[in-house]
């Protein structure tokens, strides 16, 4: 019995990502049976939470190698290889004892804190996901994060199986502080904004009022926070639409947006042909916006 109680909180450390292991019933890892629509599936919302009692020990040995957890992961910014992992996993528990939903916006990472919300950034095509870190791994070189197949399939890398991104840390603290000055700032109706300060006027390529067309209406294809991705999506939505397309900052304090902008737009059918072409070819974000 004693053996038994040692070897648990080790299981319960590695958790899914590793890899390992005749507990799993099925041999090779891979996706659903069929394609899932995880569209309608949100970011993790960064809070407050206490470091979990399972997969914090530090140090901990995998294949051999030893790993030593963050105390804090305040500041933590890397890029590497991304990687994936899904249903030979799923339902099974991660390094703190939660059950693995491939279908939830997580990840595992060999040693921030648990747990702990991260942007993850594909550098490739500007893509971005929140997801909260409760897991670990991938131990496999060059591997910095293992993502749920919902995440992975909102970065647009499942086929791949990898990918360059760059993770940073979320200080939920000034992530909660950030979003409420935005709420408060943000009128309920689309008004004309101060300058600089995004208007929540959307649109679908459906349905498109011509009376919310004002003189410096854009179209919004995303927000990030990292320059070059911006700049990569800029270039290729710019190549895509054959539009103007202007990256605009935004300061929100502890960090800056780079919003990636198309126009000025001026006619309801514009509107709805771009966002229509923009959806299809993966911005499904896209919405209008008013700027003086």
């Not at 069929?34 to 809070?47: L, T």
């Not at 979990?52 to 890397?78: C, E, L």
């Not at 197949?149 to 499942?158: F, R, T």
Request: hydrophobic share 35%; proline share 5%.
């Amino acid at each position: 019995m004693k053996r038994i109680l040692i070897l648990l909180p080790l299981i319960l450390l590695v958790g899914c990502s590793s890899g390992g292991g005749g507990r799993y019933s099925i041999k090779q890892d891979h996706g659903p049976s069929q394609a899932v629509d995880v569209s309608h599936v949100k970011d993790a919302v960064p809070r407050v939470e206490p470091k979990s009692r399972g997969g914090n020990k530090s140090p901990y040995v995998v294949f051999g190698k030893r790993y030593y957890i963050m105390d804090s992961a305040q500041g933590y910014k890397q890029r590497g290889g991304a990687s994936w992992y899904g249903k030979k996993f799923h339902g099974h528990a991660t390094s703190n004892g939660e059950k693995y939903d491939m279908y939830a916006m997580t990840a595992a990472h060999k040693s921030l804190p648990i747990p702990t919300y991260v942007r993850v950034t594909n550098l490739k095509n500007g893509r971005q996901v929140i997801v909260r870190v409760n897991d670990r791994g991938p131990f496999h070189q060059g591997r910095i994060i293992d993502l749920s197949y919902a995440a992975a399939s909102k970065l647009d890398m499942l086929r791949s199986g990898t990918a360059q991104v760059e993770v940073e840390a979320i200080d939920p603290r000034s992530w909660q502080r950030s979003s409420s000055v935005i709420a408060a700032a943000t009128p309920a109706l689309p008004v004309r904004s101060a300058p600089n300060v995004r208007v929540p006027v959307r649109a679908t390529a459906t349905e498109v009022s011509k009376s919310v067309l004002v003189k410096g209406s854009y179209l919004q294809v995303g927000a990030y926070s990292n320059r070059i991705a911006a700049e990569r999506v800029t270039a290729a939505v710019r190549a895509l639409t054959g539009e103007k397309v202007v990256i605009r900052n935004l300061d929100r304090g502890d960090r800056v947006l780079y919003r990636v902008q198309v126009g000025p737009v001026s006619s309801d059918t514009q509107v709805r042909d771009l966002i229509g072409q923009l959806e299809r070819s993966g911005y499904p974000e896209t919405h209008l916006v008013d700027l003086d």
